[in-house]
């Protein structure tokens, strides 16, 4: 699976410099430059780590990072956070703010992708660039096929789509409308009852397998993907 990361950071020139780096090593850069637009981005779809620069205009990063990790919805995403302060006491404030990592500008393109790749490993270490495998279920990435058994599964693009959210994000629950703006995003309408019809035909193509179960109703809350029954 191709890696979404978010790198907020006011100045153009660092901001295209990491997103050539980021897409040469195979990852999908999105880029903004303050909070607000980071917000957009989120709302849009969630990535699977945010590079977020210390000094920003509005509000600082470490502020920002505080209020990602009081959101439900992105407090287990990854941070990074991109920084001139080198001082022992403001990396002690950004661990402590929930920080995944730290990295010192000036930096070299070559080191920020390892630490990148290095905390994505560390947390999601289900996850590798090819393929996923959780219990019976195994998606392969490259030709978007799932697999049960070593036997071929077959899905729908939607289906396809919603199971590898699901399985990228295994044991946490979403509601209908964080589910339609994860896997369909928010520029296209959609009624949330959308995400039942599609979870009953994901199930159905999973019930001969005896995988149907583990894609989860939480009554009052939505969805989580979960081998534990």
């Not at 109703?217 to 534990?228: A, D, I, K, N, Q």
Request: proline fraction near 5%; charged fraction near 30%.
């Amino acid at each position: 699976m191709t890696p979404r990361i978010l790198v907020v950071e006011d100045e153009s020139a660092i901001r295209d410099m990491v997103s050539f780096a980021l897409r040469r090593a195979g990852m999908d850069a999105i880029t903004v430059p303050d909070v607000p637009a980071a917000q957009h981005a989120i709302a849009d779809k969630l990535p699977d780590l945010i590079l977020l620069d210390w000094m920003l205009p509005g509000t600082s990063g470490l502020e920002y990072a505080r209020r990602l990790k009081r959101d439900e919805l992105t407090r287990e995403t990854p941070i990074i956070m991109l920084t001139a302060r080198s001082e022992e006491d403001d990396r002690v404030m950004g661990l402590d703010a929930g920080l995944d990592d730290y990295v010192v500008k000036p930096f070299s393109t070559r080191e920020l992708v390892s630490r990148i790749k290095a905390v994505l490993r560390r947390t999601a270490p289900q996850i590798d660039e090819m393929r996923i495998e959780i219990g019976e279920l195994k998606i392969d990435t490259a030709s978007q096929r799932v697999f049960v058994r070593g036997e071929h599964v077959h899905l729908g693009p939607t289906e396809f789509k919603l199971l590898l959210f699901f399985m990228s994000h295994p044991e946490r629950v979403y509601t209908r409308g964080q589910v339609l703006d994860n896997v369909w995003g928010t520029t296209v309408y959609i009624e949330e009852r959308t995400v039942d019809v599609h979870i009953r035909r994901l199930r159905k193509a999973l019930e001969p397998y005896e995988c149907a179960d583990y894609i989860q109703t939480v009554r009052g809350s939505g969805y989580r993907f979960s081998t534990l029954r």
